[in-house]
């Protein structure tokens, strides 16, 4: 079979991001949330640093890039990793799974308002799909054992970050299509995920200074400690070198299909590794906005005619 290496990293990807939200529900319980991401990115931003230097990507932003990078780095890092951290203090690893992948239709909103597309039925309707799905998540989510409010405002919470991914989705986009300055073509996907995790990690250093002044210096288990570096180096660096490897080679449509993997991946590990609990109401969750989410990104087929 022709790209299966390449077939069988991006399966592997959807497992290690799928194994990442039982892991960061540890991190979230045994640390403060900006000590555990800066601690994550100084792990990430050295290896992704190596990865770069030593590719045939190596190149240093110019100064107008940096804007963008500035950008994108905050809502991608920053952000993102706060609305994580303390959503997983909350809510069950495999129920966040579940909230996270509504970050496409959160960009394909925000692509109405920033990339000029259009609103069209099928969005409308995968949106209302997702939307049912995640009512039944909040309100039939087997995992009892956290209270309904807890899981209610953890829920919310990754549903920020599902947003501010999709912010930083559209943000991407926009770098990727900008006019260049000084140079023959726009950064690619790996060098602005390189870059804006450094201008991430300049964000989140006074954050966590000052979370660290009111709290004292972080002292993470050995459980902790696993996580931190499994998030880092295997969730961030080789996930997204690998990502990054398949959209090359097989197309971007055909490698995001494996993200639709990262849920029950997610659930499995969370029933696996947390004692979470197994129930119908994840698996029509499940359907209900994955189904949305295609739905919303797929285009009407086109019939010919016959003469």
């Not at 902790?224 to 880092?232: D, E, N, P, V, Y």
């Given at each position: 079979?022709?790209?299966?290496?390449?077939?069988?990293?991006?399966?592997?990807?959807?497992?290690?991001?799928?194994?990442?939200?039982?892991?960061?529900?540890?991190?979230?319980?045994?640390?403060?949330?900006?000590?555990?991401?800066?601690?994550?990115?100084?792990?990430?931003?050295?290896?992704?640093?190596?990865?770069?230097?030593?590719?045939?990507?190596?190149?240093?932003?110019?100064?107008?890039?940096?804007?963008?990078?500035?950008?994108?780095?905050?809502?991608?890092?920053?952000?993102?990793?706060a609305f994580f951290m303390y959503g997983m203090q909350y809510t069950a690893?495999?129920?966040?799974?579940?909230?996270?992948?509504?970050?496409?239709?959160?960009?394909?909103?925000?692509?109405?308002?920033?990339?000029?597309?259009?609103?069209?039925?099928?969005?409308?309707?995968?949106?209302?799909?997702?939307?049912?799905?995640?009512?039944?998540?909040?309100?039939?989510?087997?995992?009892?054992?956290?209270?309904?409010?807890?899981?209610?405002?953890?829920?919310?919470?990754?549903?920020?970050?599902?947003?501010?991914?999709?912010?930083?989705?559209?943000?991407?986009?926009?770098?990727?299509?900008?006019?260049?300055?000084?140079?023959?073509?726009?950064?690619?996907?790996?060098?602005?995920?390189?870059?804006?995790?450094?201008?991430?990690?300049?964000?989140?250093?006074?954050?966590?200074?000052?979370?660290?002044?009111?709290?004292?210096?972080?002292?993470?288990?050995?459980?902790?400690?696993?996580?931190?570096?499994?998030?880092?180096?295997?969730?961030?660096?080789?996930?997204?070198?690998?990502?990054?490897?398949?959209?090359?080679?097989?197309?971007?449509?055909?490698?995001?299909?494996?993200?639709?993997?990262?849920?029950?991946?997610?659930?499995?590990?969370?029933?696996?590794?947390?004692?979470?609990?197994?129930?119908?109401?994840?698996?029509?969750?499940f359907v209900l906005i994955v189904g949305g989410v295609i739905l919303a990104?797929?285009?009407?087929?086109?019939?010919?005619?016959?003469?």
């Amino acid at each position: 079979m022709k790209n299966v290496l390449i077939h069988f990293k991006l399966l592997l990807v959807a497992a290690i991001w799928g194994f990442g939200w039982p892991a960061g529900r540890v991190i979230a319980n045994d640390i403060q949330p900006f000590a555990a991401s800066w601690i994550r990115y100084v792990i990430a931003v050295l290896l992704f640093l190596i990865v770069l230097r030593f590719s045939t990507q190596w190149v240093i932003p110019t100064r107008l890039e940096w804007k963008r990078i500035a950008l994108i780095g905050f809502f991608s890092t920053c952000v993102y990793q706060a609305f994580f951290m303390y959503g997983m203090q909350y809510t069950a690893a495999g129920d966040a799974s579940l909230m996270i992948t509504f970050n496409p239709l959160f960009t394909a909103i925000l692509a109405i308002f920033f990339l000029g597309e259009k609103m069209t039925y099928r969005l409308a309707i995968g949106l209302a799909l997702g939307l049912t799905g995640v009512g039944i998540l909040f309100y039939y989510s087997p995992n009892v054992d956290i209270s309904f409010k807890s899981r209610a405002i953890g829920d919310i919470l990754i549903a920020g970050a599902a947003f501010s991914w999709a912010c930083n989705t559209i943000l991407m986009k926009k770098a990727m299509i900008a006019p260049v300055e000084n140079r023959i073509a726009n950064l690619t996907p790996l060098q602005l995920t390189v870059w804006s995790s450094v201008a991430g990690l300049i964000f989140l250093t006074p954050i966590m200074f000052i979370e660290t002044f009111q709290h004292g210096i972080p002292e993470p288990s050995n459980e902790g400690w696993i996580a931190m570096i499994f998030l880092a180096i295997f969730s961030t660096v080789i996930s997204y070198v690998w990502f990054a490897d398949g959209i090359l080679t097989i197309g971007a449509g055909k490698s995001a299909l494996y993200v639709y993997l990262v849920p029950p991946f997610g659930i499995f590990s969370g029933y696996l590794l947390l004692d979470e609990k197994l129930g119908s109401s994840l698996l029509i969750s499940f359907v209900l906005i994955v189904g949305g989410v295609i739905l919303a990104q797929s285009k009407p087929t086109k019939f010919k005619q016959s003469s």
